[in-house]
């Protein structure tokens, strides 16, 4: 009998590309992925401490989880409870201490080594002991180690291609949890690509935390992201690119290149900028302007014009005044988003800005974000409506919830709904829009690659 395997991901798509490889790592000894963590053999937090609430859930969700894992002692079986990713890497002891019901505990560099540690964990768990702490930065790479993708992720998958960041930037616990800037080899990455899309996936979002760091080498050249997007389109069945997150001052021509030349790279860029004003963004250490980045974005739509413009921001930042926040409303202002993440800022432990004494009222910080959001809202419901009668190519996901209802996504990054047989999940599919919400499209098939199975459908 397989054993069952219960995972839980937060925050950013690089924990759900590590999710997937905790997947692929613990396969071999047993655990097959399962959805309820009721009779589980063995759960997974996989955390998030970019912010106050996403470590705190933790918390909440280990005391959820004790029942779960009472029952299974009770029917003479065995639950271990394993807290994973960046809250884990930042507060390894401290979750040991406030919560006993834990059994192992690890960090994202060290997740090639579980099967070693649940085997620990089991034999000390048997002799009473204390959980099973690794939150080492190992000098080798997990990537060096990890089994091969043991199941697909699916018609869009996510590759890490980059981890880890050097910037600094003073609000950010990223460079501690995730550690120094690392690239994977070219090599690595294709033969992964290729895997993925023998295993059916037709879309692959590169990962990393400062994803246009990215540098390799490939024919005994230096390359960057936008060189690795055009080895990658080379693959047949590799429909569509993305990749996420970038950092302003790491822009490079081949990467502007790729936008203007390679078809299969979609027309979406996730940006951060964080804030508006100089002032701020010098304090963030964020090393650009609010200028160089509008310059950035002007010459990304020279290069492709109808590009979707995603970035994330932060409001209440020590020393913000309303001036500064002004700013930020002026660039949002001027790049108009098809869609954006915004924040309160969160003092993390550790971090820089944490010890500012110009800390922002947090009545005001809600403020600015509810002001940051009502624009940003207006600014989605615009780009969705504006493509409402345009005909776009949509790859479709999963089942919707609605009867008869798929779900896909957009070439801009769009969730679109539309109706459609079930067994087309994982193809691609010619649409036109017919109507627009602020967080989703809704549109009909007009053409795909099954056309006659849509017409037999019908
Ligand atoms: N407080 C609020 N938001 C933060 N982010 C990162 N650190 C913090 C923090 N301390 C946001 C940034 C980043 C995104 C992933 O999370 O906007 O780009
Ligand atoms: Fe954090 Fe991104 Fe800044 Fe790196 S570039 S420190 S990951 S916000």
């Given at each position: 009998?397989?054993?069952?395997?219960?995972?839980?991901?937060?925050?950013?798509?690089?924990?759900?590309?590590?999710?997937?490889?905790m997947?692929?790592?613990?396969?071999?000894?047993?655990?097959?992925p399962t959805?309820?963590?009721?009779?589980?053999?063995?759960?997974?937090?996989?955390t998030?401490?970019?912010?106050e609430?996403?470590?705190?859930?933790?918390?909440?969700?280990?005391?959820?989880?004790?029942?779960?894992?009472?029952?299974?002692?009770?029917?003479?079986?065995?639950?271990?409870?394993?807290?994973?990713?960046?809250?884990?890497?930042?507060?390894?002891?401290?979750?040991?201490?406030?919560?006993?019901?834990?059994?192992?505990?690890?960090?994202?560099?060290?997740?090639?080594?579980?099967?070693?540690?649940?085997?620990?964990?089991?034999?000390?768990?048997?002799?009473?002991?204390?959980?099973?702490?690794?939150?080492?930065?190992?000098?080798?790479?997990?990537f060096?180690?990890?089994p091969?993708e043991?199941?697909?992720?699916g018609?869009?998958?996510?590759?890490?291609?980059?981890?880890?960041?050097?910037?600094?930037?003073?609000?950010c616990?990223?460079?501690?949890?995730?550690?120094a800037?690392f690239?994977?080899?070219?090599?690595?990455?294709?033969?992964?690509?290729?895997?993925?899309v023998?295993?059916?996936?037709?879309?692959?979002?590169?990962?990393?935390?400062?994803?246009?760091?990215?540098?390799?080498?490939?024919?005994?050249?230096e390359?960057?992201?936008?060189?690795?997007?055009?080895?990658?389109?080379?693959?047949?069945?590799?429909?569509?690119?993305?990749?996420?997150?970038?950092?302003?001052s790491?822009?490079?021509?081949?990467?502007?290149?790729?936008?203007?030349?390679?078809?299969?790279?979609?027309?979406?860029f996730?940006?951060?900028?964080?804030?508006?004003?100089?002032k701020?963004?010098?304090?963030?250490?964020?090393?650009?302007t609010?200028?160089?980045?509008?310059r950035?974005?002007?010459?990304?739509r020279?290069?492709?014009?109808?590009?979707?413009?995603?970035?994330?921001?932060?409001?209440?930042?020590?020393?913000?005044?309303?001036?500064?926040?002004?700013?930020?409303?002026?660039?949002?202002?001027d790049?108009?988003?098809?869609?954006?993440?915004?924040?309160?800022?969160?003092?993390?432990?550790?971090?820089?800005?944490?010890?500012?004494?110009?800390?922002?009222?947090?009545?005001?910080?809600?403020?600015?974000?509810?002001?940051?959001?009502?624009?940003?809202?207006?600014?989605?419901?615009?780009?969705?409506?504006s493509?409402?009668?345009?005909?776009?190519?949509?790859?479709?996901?999963?089942?919707?919830?609605?009867?008869?209802?798929?779900?896909?996504?957009?070439?801009?990054?769009?969730?679109?709904?539309?109706?459609?047989?079930?067994?087309?999940?994982?193809?691609?599919?010619?649409?036109?829009?017919?109507?627009?919400?602020?967080?989703?499209?809704?549109?009909?098939?007009?053409?795909g690659?099954?056309?006659?199975?849509?017409?037999?459908?019908?």
């Open positions: 009998m397989p054993k069952k395997l219960f995972i839980k991901t937060y925050g950013c798509q690089m924990n759900v590309y590590d999710s997937a490889r997947t692929d790592t613990l396969a071999p000894i047993g655990y097959e959805d309820s963590p009721d009779g589980a053999d063995m759960v997974i937090l996989n998030c401490h970019i912010r609430k996403a470590a705190e859930k933790v918390y909440s969700d280990i005391g959820r989880l004790k029942p779960f894992k009472e029952k299974k002692t009770a029917e003479g079986e065995q639950m271990i409870l394993a807290v994973a990713g960046c809250v884990a890497q930042a507060e390894g002891a401290e979750i040991m201490r406030r919560a006993p019901a834990v059994d192992m505990v690890f960090g994202p560099q060290t997740y090639h080594r579980l099967p070693e540690l649940v085997a620990k964990a089991t034999r000390e768990k048997a002799i009473g002991k204390s959980a099973v702490l690794d939150t080492d930065f190992p000098l080798e790479s997990k060096d180690l990890l091969e043991s199941r697909s992720q018609p869009a998958a996510f590759l890490t291609i980059q981890e880890g960041c050097d910037k600094f930037c003073t609000f616990v990223v460079p501690y949890t995730r550690g800037e690239s994977r080899s070219v090599e690595e990455i294709e033969n992964e690509a290729r895997r993925m023998a295993l059916g996936t037709k879309e692959i979002t590169l990962l990393g935390q400062n994803v246009n760091a990215f540098h390799g080498e490939k024919s005994g050249r390359i960057g992201l936008g060189d690795l997007i055009r080895y990658l389109s080379e693959i047949d069945g590799l429909e569509r690119i993305r990749f996420t997150t970038s950092h302003p790491d822009m490079a021509d081949d990467l502007y290149e790729a936008f203007a030349n390679e078809p299969k790279l979609m027309p979406y996730h940006l951060p900028v964080q804030a508006g004003s100089d701020i963004l010098a304090a963030m250490n964020r090393t650009h609010a200028d160089e980045y509008r950035i974005v002007d010459r990304l020279a290069a492709c014009e109808d590009l979707a413009m995603s970035g994330d921001f932060i409001v209440g930042f020590p020393g913000e005044t309303d001036q500064d926040f002004a700013e930020t409303l002026r660039l949002v202002t790049i108009n988003y098809a869609a954006a993440y915004s924040f309160k800022y969160s003092p993390r432990p550790g971090t820089p800005a944490a010890s500012s004494e110009l800390q922002v009222d947090e009545a005001v910080k809600s403020e600015r974000l509810a002001m940051l959001q009502t624009l940003l809202n207006e600014q989605q419901l615009a780009f969705n409506l493509k409402v009668g345009t005909r776009m190519s949509v790859l479709l996901e999963r089942e919707g919830k609605r009867p008869g209802q798929l779900v896909g996504r957009s070439p801009f990054m769009q969730s679109v709904h539309l109706e459609a047989p079930s067994r087309l999940v994982g193809s691609i599919a010619e649409v036109e829009v017919i109507d627009a919400k602020a967080n989703s499209i809704e549109a009909k098939v007009i053409t690659e099954w056309e006659t199975s849509v017409v037999d459908a019908a």
